[in-house]
């Protein structure tokens, strides 16, 4: 069954989202022989937050190797509110084989632009494995697959997703003809003249497809001088904006480079979703052919609290000390982000004083402050003030606090099976340390740097 729209036009995948959707160096993950090539005009997205940005992920992977664990990068784009369409090589490595860890970012930009948390991949990821590795695995016409997540993320009200529709011999060749480009959105780890491309960071490249080029009826080709992609593109979606499809609506997914023309210039290439290729990935994400515009039943929607300090690696969190007569006060000033999908309930920060960076409820209490709810995706200011409390041993003291101290909230990361991991419920100051028996809050030491964990893009 075929749609007509203007003409000859692919079934679609998907209904009519609004125009305005809410809202975001590691090594991009696959084989590197795929994409070995300069960006050349890609622009960096300024905006992730919106629409049909928001709906493209970054994929973290960590594989388990030999010198520990290996994090690879790559992309991929929601195609409803919980399953992501990528390459299979982004999630089954030729070499380092199955990941120990799959999450992904919608609309991520930079290592702490994770607007809407971090959504884990439960189960494996799906594969058509029999024609995967018919056709050459990584790099070949069957190189897709589809991840299942643990949360709604693609939400209207949340990152949105992206429609794909599957094209006939004919409508791709019309399709190459258009003076409209085709549009690529991905995370390229490498660019020429800009920093920013580190495999984090979201890049929109776009220019028109070539069709009919060598013996693969199933490929597109794009010429590197227009549309320009390295490694961390793979599983990036091709989009096609024409009108004609009444959404942005993918139609290819970006597979690396190939030396078609036999000239040594390889062009870009993308898997065409073809009928074959859009019957199975509809099924791939638990639908009917019969009936494939009905969504598959989600994943239940729960918040998922965290102190926004340590999630977005920032020091906005403070406090303030004050000294009268009556003695000293402190106030303090947190910040909570709910990375979840659904809105948090009231809950309760409790604030204490501790000899370390690690809070515990063994700790020095402060006081606690009463939080009446917040949103999917929205970060709130948690003040308390009050008199310090006597009696506390003189010495340095770091000003924390845990977030939904009292465990009323039924969050993703208080689940029975939740992955090992977990966003952190605890927060500290990481400005200054409180010197008990002074007044002025002492700078902290900066922290020996972290050994560094290999990380690859895709």
């Known amino acids: 069954m075929m ?62 190797t030999p010198k520990g664990v290996e994090t690879r990068t790559g992309t991929g784009a929601l195609v409803d509110t ?3 369409l990528t390459n299979a090589h982004n999630v089954e490595h030729p070499d380092l084989g199955k990941p120990i860890f799959l999450r992904v970012y919608a609309g991520r930009n930079g290592a702490s ?25 990584a790099g070949g016409d069957w190189d897709l697959a589809i991840l299942k997540l643990d949360r709604n993320i693609g939400m209207p009200s949340l990152a949105g997703w992206l429609s794909f529709g599957w094209t006939s011999d004919l409508l791709i060749t019309q399709i190459s003809q258009q003076t409209l480009p085709m549009q690529v959105i991905g995370y390229p780890g490498h660019l020429a003249d800009s920093p920013d491309a580190d495999g984090l960071r979201q890049f929109t490249t776009g220019g028109r497809i070539m069709v009919g080029l060598g013996l693969d009826p199933d490929r597109f080709w794009y010429d590197p001088a227009e549309i320009t992609t390295f490694q961390g593109n793979s599983g990036s979606p091709v989009i096609d904006n024409s009108p004609e499809w009444r959404v942005p609506t993918i139609i290819g997914v970006h597979v690396g480079n190939q030396d078609v023309r036999g000239n040594g210039q390889p062009l870009g290439a993308a898997i065409r979703i073809t009928k074959a290729k859009w019957d199975w990935l509809i099924q791939a994400m638990g639908r009917r052919l019969d009936n494939p515009f009905q969504q598959a039943k989600g994943p239940t929607d729960r918040p998922d609290l965290m102190d926004r300090d340590r999630w977005a690696n ?7 000390v004050t000294v009268t007569k009556l003695g000293s006060r402190i106030k303090v000033s947190a910040f909570v982000f709910n990375g979840g999908t659904s809105r948090a309930a009231a809950f309760r920060v409790s604030y204490y004083l501790s000899r370390d960076n690690k809070i515990t409820t063994s700790d020095v209490l402060l006081g606690t402050q009463t939080v009446n709810g917040l949103s999917a995706a929205k970060t709130t200011t948690v003040a308390w003030s009050g008199a310090l409390p006597k009696g506390v041993a003189r010495g340095n003291y770091y000003v924390g606090w845990i977030i939904d101290s009292t ?12 992955p090992f991991r977990l966003p952190s419920s605890t927060g500290y100051v990481r400005r200054y340390v409180l010197p008990i028996g002074g007044i002025r809050p002492m700078k902290i030491a900066a922290p020996a740097p972290a050994p560094a964990r290999a990380v690859r893009v895709r």
């Open 3 to 64: 749609s007509l729209l203007g003409g000859l036009r692919s079934r679609l995948m998907g209904t009519r989202r609004r125009e305005r959707h809410q809202r975001k160096r590691f090594t991009p993950v696959g084989p590197a022989p795929l994409e070995r090539r300069e960006l050349l005009t890609a622009t960096p997205v300024s905006d992730t937050l919106r629409f049909p940005y928001s709906a493209v992920v970054s994929i973290e992977a960590d594989f388990q």
């Open 113 to 137: 632009g994770r607007f809407f948390g971090e959504a884990k991949v439960v189960g494996e990821p799906i594969i058509n494995q029999t024609e995967y590795q018919h056709g050459a695995g």
């Open 407 to 418: 465990n009323r909230v039924a969050s993703y990361s208080r689940q029975p099976n939740a």
């Open 82 to 84: 919980f399953h992501v």
């Open 314 to 320: 920032r020091k906005d969190s403070d406090f303030q």
